[in-house]
DNA sequence: ATTAAATTTATACTAAGTCTAAATACTATT
DNA sequence: AATAGTATTTAGACTTAGTATAAATTTAAT
């Protein structure tokens, strides 16, 4: 565990994923840098969200897609996915904590976190007209 | 919904994947079927997993790994994945209908199902000296 | 037997990401 | 300020997992 080194591409990176309503995918966040007017090299990029998620800054999401997308948010939460247009928002509930529990003594694990994906269709799939 | 057409080749997969403890990818189903003696094409054996997901014989899980897995267990039932080595279980305890209506309500989405991925560490590596 | 449809095969291709070696940028010490 | 040492970036080759395609084969239906 080093100190953290935010280098300008890093800083860049780290500045365009908090600033994300959504949640990027590597090609994404290349694309949206590119547009504000930066350039940097592929690895720099995929190295950058590996350092940044692994100092804690910003999450990996894998959602069963794919390639993984970014998300800035930073406190635990989940995600719901949209079946018909790919849309993914934001779970705040967290597993009520019996549950977790219960699976820790059922599988004899340690359970340090869990990720939850949930499926299903969001209002405006399920109220087209609107 | 056509009528099921289980070929040589899918009826082989579909038998080694049920006959599994564990949850092979597809590298490791090709590879078992080598050692059966079964020598099928790359692509076939590709298809036939997607062939009997959709056709709901087996699963096809996403546990934030590069490949997919395989499991031919078609209940309902969630994974846990140690850190430390890797190994996948099953968890058959479903996360409680109350926490899945509160995500309902609050991201106004109609949840259709939920995958959820256990992280932590497994008796055996808790107890490294057993 | 003949045609049509589905499946398998071999192989080319794609997408997402890792690895490597050289170039560049920082840091600390004198 | 010069030097040495470490960390980072870059460009591009490479890997892995999976999809696409077209020809060959199998199966099913007349």
Redesign the pocket.
Known sequence: M?RL?L????KAILDLVQSCEDHP???EIMERLRMKGH?????????????LTDAGLIR?L?LG????RYDGRTEDHYHIVCKKCGRVDEVLSAPPAEWIREVAAKTNYDVHHSQVVFEGVCYSCKHPNA
Chains 1, 2 share one sequence.
């Not at 280098?7 to 890093?10: C, E, P």
């Not at 897609?65 to 993984?68: K, L, Q």
């Open positions: 080093s080194n280098t300008t591409q890093r995918t590597a090609a350039q940097f090299a592929y690895g720099t990029v995929y190295n950058s969200l590996r350092y990996e894998k897609e794919t390639a993984s």
